[in-house]
């Protein structure tokens, strides 16, 4: 007799059923990458940091992956239209993508009631530079014990988006630290999406047990991550496989 096989259900991101629509009618825009695992591949209640390139990084891992993602994002990404518009013509397209700047205040009247809506479907978690920092760090220890996969972009991008990452700020370390006060010893995930190849390489996991275990300090861990990062963006695969 025979069997029918049982389909696997496709995996889909906790978001709101509209936002999935608008991630639909994206994929002409962000085509699907070839992700690449090292090891094993994220499952929930990790940390995961990755270079940036742009909206490119984040928005293939957002509509491609197949592991559960919250983002980290700075505030004014997630702090209403005026702020966010304010963001994206100064800091984000004039000074990291180096656009003109009045091309950049024409280009977001229409693009940053657009991202907007976006970010408020992604669910982002807002960070900041002052004491509200703890608050997001509460809420990603949340996330993580909920099952998550907190990503991170930790890259100094003062200079734009490097393929080289110069530095890494070091968030990401105290979000560690909060999960260990916690009794959750979280595994940390290196990430590098090569934006011209379309391909996404992940590490193998490292507990941050093991970062720690030899009393290196924070500046010495993240400078071990970020030179694993960039190993990675120079890594070539066949991508006919």
Request: glycine residues 6%; proline residues 3%; hydrophobic residues 35%.
């Amino acid at each position: 007799m025979e069997t029918k096989e049982k389909k696997v259900k496709k995996f889909k991101q906790k978001r709101k059923a509209w936002f999935r629509g608008m991630k639909v009618m994206m994929k002409c825009r962000y085509r699907r990458p070839q992700f690449v695992y090292l090891g094993e591949k994220p499952t929930s209640g990790s940390i995961i940091i990755s270079n940036h390139e742009g909206t490119d990084a984040p928005m293939s891992l957002e509509m491609y992956c197949s592991f559960p993602v919250r983002f980290w994002g700075t505030a004014e990404m997630n702090s209403g239209l005026r702020k966010l518009y304010s963001y994206q013509t100064k800091v984000y397209y004039h000074e990291k993508k180096h656009w003109n700047l009045f091309l950049a205040r024409m280009f977001c009247l229409i693009a940053s009631p657009l991202t907007n809506l976006y970010y408020k479907g992604l669910n982002l978690i807002s960070t900041y530079h002052d004491s509200r920092f703890r608050q997001t760090l509460l809420e990603s220890l949340a996330a993580i014990q909920s099952g998550d996969n907190v990503v991170i972009f930790p890259e100094k991008s003062d200079k734009g988006y490097l393929p080289e990452l110069e530095d890494f700020y070091k968030g990401f370390l105290s979000l560690a630290n909060v999960c260990k006060a916690k009794g959750i010893d979280v595994s940390i995930y290196v990430s590098y999406y090569k934006k011209k190849e379309k391909v996404y390489i992940f590490d193998a996991p490292v507990k941050y047990s093991e970062l720690i275990k030899d009393g290196a300090t924070r500046n010495e861990i993240a400078k071990k991550l970020l030179d694993r990062c960039n190993e990675l963006g120079k890594m070539q695969f066949d991508k006919t496989k």
